[in-house]
């Protein structure tokens, strides 16, 4: 082991409950753990990124981190944390969401890298799929009570009236197969701790006492640990913007948009989102936590934070791509920076400006800047204003500075089919050719 696994977590605030013994595992020996997600999506957001870091720092402390995803369990649904049933999923849409999070998985794990600590994929539904209902009444279900199941708070909120519709057999069957999966990787890959979100407690709990029923003899030991769910100081859920859910992949959220959701994270979320989010040492982070609070204003404790989670989600080339983006608004740019951006990245930068559409012959034969400004698009009140404007050296074509001669041609389309005028520095306004 390179580091203190627990040691390392505990600083960052990443640990909410661990069962006894477990810092003593850690340390005794190279230790596998595992981690599951739920496909209830073909990809993952933010609210996963804390498990695929903690599986990082697993590998990284000189531990073997297992992800496992849910093919299987998530044909039941989770109970944990929700009031009410979820919809179930046909087989085509899960297999679908199952090889998605594979794929988003392994852009931050390398699975089977031939080291002694090589990171591995599973999926439950491959030794689930062959088990009949009589085999895991008799051989799973004989192991733990009912009593046991209903002790646990995913149950308890449940039943107590919580929810209109209780709970489902199905549901109630949940812990038992996330256990079930706990048994299968102790057996199978000698695996020793299960980790996820603090919510996660009851089914960890669950499977660390199936290890201990289903095998002979005291040596049988397996272990939690879990962390805390992340939230936001002000309250709000973490992990949506005013678009919805923050996603992991660039076609769900672009990466200008990914990156300014941690730029805009206030500063008492920043200083506990970098400890977690990032692998910045502690030196590091301390001495960024004083900068900040000398000076606030200049974010640099927010700056810091969506550089390293860009990062790490989508390259240092893409995060480089970002920053331009961010530039485009916020300093100085050229039409050539504009027409340098793919179109999705510019809607995004000008998400709102309100905009209006010409034809494309229009802009065949050069669209004069009183017909952009006011005759075709009412960016301007009148063609006085547009004039007015033009005179007083204020209007902008992809931030380019025009007059009055000046005619908008096919060379200034970005994306082949929008130009940016501007009036001073903050009034935007589109033009859509179509």
Same mark, same amino acid.
């Given at each position: 082991m390179t580091k203190n696994l627990v040691e390392e977590l505990r600083w960052r605030g990443m640990i909410h409950?661990?069962?006894?013994?477990?810092?003593?595992?850690?340390?005794?020996?190279?230790?596998?753990?595992?981690?599951?997600?739920?496909?209830?999506?073909?990809?993952?957001?933010?609210?996963?990124?804390?498990?695929?870091?903690?599986l990082v720092h697993i590998e990284k402390a000189g531990h073997k981190p297992i992800?496992?995803?849910?093919?299987?369990?998530?044909?039941?649904?989770?109970?944990?944390?929700?009031?009410?049933?979820?919809?179930?999923?046909?087989?085509?849409?899960?297999?679908?969401n199952v090889?998605?999070?594979?794929?988003?998985?392994?852009r931050f794990l390398k699975f089977d890298?031939?080291? +002694?600590? $090589?990171?591995?994929?599973?999926?439950?539904?491959?030794?689930?799929?062959?088990? /009949? #209902?009589? =085999? *895991?009444?008799?051989?799973?279900?004989?192991?733990?009570?009912?009593?046991?199941?209903?002790? +646990?708070? $995913?149950?308890?909120k449940r039943i107590s009236g919580d929810?209109?519709?209780?709970? /489902? #057999?199905? =549901? *109630?069957?949940?812990?038992?197969?996330?256990?079930?999966?706990?048994?299968?990787?102790?057996?199978?890959?000698?695996?020793?701790?299960?980790?996820?979100?603090?919510?996660?407690?009851?089914?960890?709990?669950?499977?660390?006492?199936?290890?201990?029923?289903?095998?002979?003899?005291?040596e049988a030991k397996a272990f939690a640990m879990t962390c805390p769910l992340i939230t936001k100081a002000d309250g709000s859920k973490f992990g949506k913007s005013e678009g919805g859910n923050v996603w992991l992949d660039a076609d769900k959220t672009s990466v200008y948009k990914f990156y300014q959701f941690w730029l805009?994270?206030?500063?008492?979320?920043?200083?506990?989102?970098?400890?977690?989010?990032?692998?910045?040492?502690?030196?590091?982070?301390?001495?960024?936590?004083?900068?900040?609070?000398?000076?606030?204003?200049?974010?640099v404790l927010q700056k810091r934070l969506a550089e390293e989670v860009t990062a790490f989600v989508h390259s240092k080339e893409e995060l480089e791509k970002a920053i331009s983006a961010s530039n485009i608004l916020f300093g100085k740019s050229?039409?050539?920076?504009?027409?340098?951006?793919?179109?999705?990245?510019?809607?995004?930068?000008?998400?709102?400006?309100?905009q209006a559409s010409v034809s494309s012959e229009d802009i065949k034969e050069g669209l004069s800047?009183?017909?952009?400004?006011?005759?075709?698009?009412?960016?301007?009140?009148?063609?006085?204003?547009?004039?007015r404007a033009l005179k007083e050296n204020s209007i902008a074509v992809n931030k380019d500075k025009v007059n009055e001669d000046f005619s908008i041609t096919t060379n200034d389309l970005i994306a082949n089919k929008y130009v940016l005028l501007q009036r001073g520095k903050k009034n935007y306004f589109l033009l859509q050719v179509s």
């Open positions: 409950d661990m069962m006894p013994g477990t810092e003593e595992q850690l340390q005794k020996e190279m230790t596998t753990a595992y981690i599951g997600f739920d496909p209830t999506s073909d990809s993952l957001h933010i609210g996963s990124l804390v498990p695929i870091i903690l992800a496992l995803v849910g093919g299987a369990t998530g044909m039941i649904g989770d109970p944990s944390g929700k009031s009410d049933e979820r919809n179930l999923l046909n087989e085509e849409a899960l297999a679908k090889e998605g999070i594979k794929r988003t998985l392994g890298n031939g080291t +002694k600590n $090589s990171p591995i994929l599973v999926n439950n539904y491959d030794w689930m799929k062959s088990f /009949s #209902f009589i =085999e *895991f009444a008799r051989d799973v279900g004989k192991r733990i009570t009912v009593n046991y199941m209903m002790a +646990k708070d $995913s149950v308890k929810s209109s519709n209780g709970m /489902s #057999f199905t =549901e *109630f069957t949940y812990q038992l197969i996330q256990g079930y999966d706990f048994y299968h990787l102790y057996k199978t890959y000698n695996c020793k701790l299960q980790m996820g979100g603090s919510d996660q407690w009851g089914n960890i709990t669950t499977g660390t006492e199936l290890v201990r029923r289903m095998n002979v003899g005291e805009n994270t206030s500063d008492e979320d920043a200083e506990k989102y970098i400890k977690i989010f990032t692998f910045l040492d502690k030196d590091t982070i301390d001495n960024l936590i004083a900068e900040h609070k000398e000076a606030p204003h200049v974010r050229t039409a050539e920076d504009l027409k340098s951006l793919d179109e999705q990245t510019f809607l995004d930068i000008f998400e709102g400006v309100p800047m009183i017909d952009a400004l006011s005759a075709k698009t009412n960016f301007l009140k009148s063609n006085g204003d547009a004039r």
